[in-house]
């Protein structure tokens, strides 16, 4: 039923770990790190490459999220709740990261050459498969209660447990997912949906924000009846990694990668003192 995508069958896969950092463990960084991939693995100095990355109570906004009419008081309600704020530098809109929230970046080269839908189909293809034990139900369409609705949103049963962007810099492209593995879906979209009635109120606004309703979200452990952690996904992961190209290598930033992360990352935070700058 699920045939697998030609971009998940490299020789080599990179596996890059970093799901374990910890609370100390910026969403900044993240974003960096993907970018600075995308530019190695584009220029062929880097195998395709698997990166796991969990962030302990953040809230990504997206780019449209910063222009809400009331987004000082909104980020106040999610501060005030114990969380962190960013703003990527991609598309989409805000999403809940935590520590049972399991981000999953697939880092393709030529990206110029492939089709963008095709980064998609094959994150979903490598989802479908590292569950194919558990479900053959997930469906991939907009869940548009939910928030940060996209085309592919990853659900069962009409219930969302994953969104997945896309970043494209230079020739590569990261194909970023996260992953409600463990805790409340709805709780995580009673939170957004309370920032976007404090951010918007009654406000006419030239973007369209989601209608957030709670029930329409999920974890896979709610979805599965299952008590899969974080790190059990992780090891499912690597397993099927391992399957796909029978060649692992795992080491870290080296050489012009370094450099390339710091000054991607410097420029993150630049960009955010600037976009929240008034929000304070």
């Known amino acids: 039923m699920n045939e697998l995508h030609p971009l998940l069958k490299p020789e080599t896969y990179r596996f ?11 969403a ?29 109570d953040t809230i990504v906004l997206g780019i449209p ?5 009331y987004i000082k008081q ?11 704020v960013i703003v990527r530098n991609s598309g989409g809109l805000a999403v809940v990261l935590d520590d049972g929230v399991l981000n999953l970046s697939l880092i393709f080269p030529d990206s110029k050459q492939v089709n963008i839908h ?50 494209r810099v230079k020739n590569g ?6 992953l409600d593995v463990s805790g409340s879906g709805a709780e995580r979209a009673a939170l957004l949906k309370r920032f976007y009635e404090l951010g918007k109120r009654d406000e006419e606004t030239r973007f369209s924000y989601p209608d957030i309703d709670p029930s329409v979200m999920a974890s896979l452990n709610e979805l599965l009846g299952t008590n899969l952690s974080v790190a059990d996904v992780r090891d499912r992961i690597l397993m099927k990694l391992h399957e796909l190209s029978g060649h692992l290598v795992t080491h870290a930033l080296e050489g012009d990668e370094i450099d390339w992360f710091h000054k991607r990352f410097e420029q993150m935070i630049k960009r955010n003192e600037k976009a929240l700058d008034n929000l304070e």
């Open 16 to 26: 890059i770990d970093q799901s374990n950092l910890g609370p100390g463990f910026s």
């Open 28 to 56: 900044l960084q993240s974003f960096a790190m993907d970018d600075a991939l995308s530019i190695s693995v584009g220029e062929r100095m880097s195998p395709t490459t698997a990166r796991l990355w969990v962030h302990h």
């Open 65 to 69: 999220d910063a222009r809400l009419p």
């Open 74 to 84: 909104a980020i106040q309600h999610l501060k005030s709740n114990g969380y962190n």
């Open 118 to 167: 095709d980064g998609y189909e094959a994150m979903v293809s490598f989802i479908r498969q590292l569950f194919s034990d558990l479900t053959n139900g997930i469906e991939a369409y907009e869940i548009t209660q939910s928030y940060c609705p996209g085309t592919y949103d990853l659900s069962i049963n009409g219930k969302k447990f994953a969104g997945i962007s896309q970043r």
């Open 173 to 178: 492209s990261a194909v970023q997912i996260y």
